[in-house]
Nanobody, 125 residues
């Protein structure tokens, strides 16, 4: 019902920047919360940031606050994650997710209904 496709991943040096995109298709996202998660090998999936589709309100994990910015373009049904001041510990597969109920707690992967396949981000020191 909702398809999510991430793009924009790649390699960067510490201190560099990358911009990820998540293109959504299918149902209207007007009531959705869109989230970015990341998962490094051998580690649990970790919340990064989310945004309310309709209001634009955002929330960030402490580990990325001040460095990453989540945004959305309503006309393009696309969510972005601008990643600045990258650190090696940011290395992970980054996944876009959609919570159709806009749950009050949106930092848990289990709250999200739809997921993209992920895009690899690698940060070298």
């Amino acid at each position: 019902q909702v398809q999510l496709v991430e793009s924009g991943g790649g390699s960067a040096q510490a201190g560099g920047s990358l911009r990820l995109s998540c293109a959504a298709s299918g149902r209207s996202l007007s009531s959705y919360t869109m989230g970015w998660f990341r998962q490094a090998p051998g580690k649990e999936r970790e919340f990064v940031a989310d945004i309310s589709w309709i209001s634009g309100r955002t929330y960030y994990a402490d580990s990325v606050k001040g460095r990453f910015t989540i945004s959305r373009d309503n006309s393009k049904n696309t969510v972005y994650l601008q990643m600045n001041s990258l650190k090696p510990e940011d290395t992970a597969v980054y996944l876009c997710a959609a919570d159709r109920l806009s749950s009050s707690i949106r930092t848990r992967p289990s709250e999200y209904d739809y997921w993209g396949q992920g895009t690899q981000v690698t940060v070298s020191s």
